[in-house]
């Protein structure tokens, strides 16, 4: 590179990322192919529209990639065409969900979004107060049991039947257990709302088959495609074909309605990373992802740690280091932090994100716990008994600030 400043900073972040143990659970290491694409001069090509329909000369090119990765999307998750629809220019997952919204929530205070907590595992964008979702429209959020720290479907149910929300949002970012998908789709019918599924932190597991597909109950299916799906930062919008028009109403949402040109350098990339996820070997990685939580899990909780739920069914785990939870270790109340778990981690090369637990007595940037997944190291090849001691060495690092 020309630029020996930003080569510099490229290469420095190289040796990082080559030097921790990364367990931040919606990061993962993309193909050489991936960024082949990211980098290529489809960067330099305006598309605004869609495949046959731009407003730019030149784009015969970019139809042909945008089909493509259309197509390698609902091949994917083994979708027939003339039932699903898919848009690929959301720039990100924020954008689409708020795609999703725009196009089908009735806009201003009458429109209701319904989704989880953010502090219970739920997303920004699923309607918290901060984000655009929770300004432009009403939300109205459900959480988990304070037992058994999962999904109660009667509470919401008796949520969805007295707040009457125009769409129904599951899907998580923290949020470790198998979501019932036919349960939500019983309770948006019960209330006519629309159902949405955020499978962000779930794609590549739904992808190599080791978590329900959601596909059967949804109408509205949106995922990022850069976390367990193993691609570049870029985003999908799958919606079912019927008289509702939904896949036509997304289209206008994301295009003109939120965005203007697509990024097609990243559609490409996309492109890539869907036709990788449907190989053989992305079936036993995405195995191997789920068993590497399981015994991440299990030797935690060995070790004297409170996990959220009491474990995962998938690739993240949340852990309570604050009330740690086992009387027989010295933890307790005023275990550690979130905050220091996190931070006396990273000093000893493991990276991993503070997190709010379910029903959290501490602020949201100092919070009890901390979010351990499995998909980055995965792809480098780690299996159980790497696990196992990285679980030993969280532990160690741990037990030894408390
Ligand atoms: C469930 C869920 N939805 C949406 C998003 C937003 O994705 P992005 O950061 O690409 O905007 C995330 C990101 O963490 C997520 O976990």
């Known amino acids: ?18 030097r921790v143990i990364n367990l931040i659970a919606s990061e993962n290491y993309v193909s050489k192919d991936v960024l082949t694409a990211l980098g290529s001069e489809l960067t330099n090509k305006y598309a605004e529209g869609y495949s046959g329909h731009r407003y730019y000369g030149g784009n015969e090119i970019s139809d042909q990639i945008e089909n493509l990765c259309k197509e390698r999307a609902l091949k994917l998750f083994r979708l027939d065409a003339k039932k699903w629809s898919v848009n690929v220019q959301p720039l990100s997952g924020s954008p689409a969900n708020l795609a999703v919204y725009l196009a089908l929530v009735p806009s201003g205070v009458e429109g209701k979004i319904m989704g989880m907590s953010l502090d219970h595992g739920g997303h920004l964008t699923h309607g918290h107060k901060v984000s655009a979702t929770g300004k432009f429209w009403t939300a109205v959020h459900y959480g988990v049991n304070r037992e058994t720290e999962q999904l109660d479907y009667d509470e919401i149910m008796e949520i969805a039947k007295s707040e009457k929300p125009n769409i129904i949002v599951a ?6 257990r198998i979501i019932d998908w036919q349960k939500f789709r019983h309770i948006a019918d019960e209330v006519g709302a629309i159902f949405m599924v955020d499978m962000s932190h779930l794609a590549g597991l739904v992808a190599g088959g080791v978590y329900p597909s959601p596909f059967k109950y949804a109408d509205v299916v949106t995922t990022t495609t850069h976390k367990t799906l193993r691609g570049p930062r870029s985003a999908l919008i799958f ?35 869907l036709a990788e996820a449907n190989r053989p070997e992305f079936k036993k990685y995405a195995k191997q992802v789920v068993k590497n939580a399981r015994v991440l899990a299990d030797e935690l909780a060995r070790l004297g740690w409170r996990l959220v739920s009491g474990g995962t069914d998938s690739h993240l785990i949340l ?18 932090s979130g905050k220091t778990a996190s931070d006396v981690l990273e000093q000893g090369g493991i990276i991993v994100n ?43 690092i741990l037990k030894s600030h408390v």
């Not at 852990?319 to 550690?336: Q, V």
């Not at 637990?357 to 919070?367: A, E, M, N, Y």
């Open 354 to 396: 503070k997190n709010t637990i379910p029903f959290d007595t501490r602020s949201p940037v100092d919070p009890s716990g901390i979010r351990l997944g499995t998909a980055a190291e995965t792809t480098r090849g780690k299996t159980e008994k790497d696990f196992v001691a990285i679980a030993k060495q969280i532990n160690k």
């Open 1 to 18: 590179m020309k630029d020996k400043q930003i080569e510099r900073l490229i290469g420095a972040e190289q040796k990082r990322q080559r």
């Open 171 to 176: 899907g998580y970012t923290a949020y470790p």
């Open 319 to 336: 852990m309570d280091t604050w009330r740690g939870g086992n009387p027989s270790t010295s933890l307790g109340a005023g275990g550690i």
């Open 239 to 273: 919606s079912k074909i019927d008289e509702r028009e939904l896949g036509k109403k997304i289209d206008k949402a994301v295009f003109p309605g939120l965005q203007g040109g697509p990024h097609l350098n990243q559609i490409a990339a996309v492109a890539v990373a």
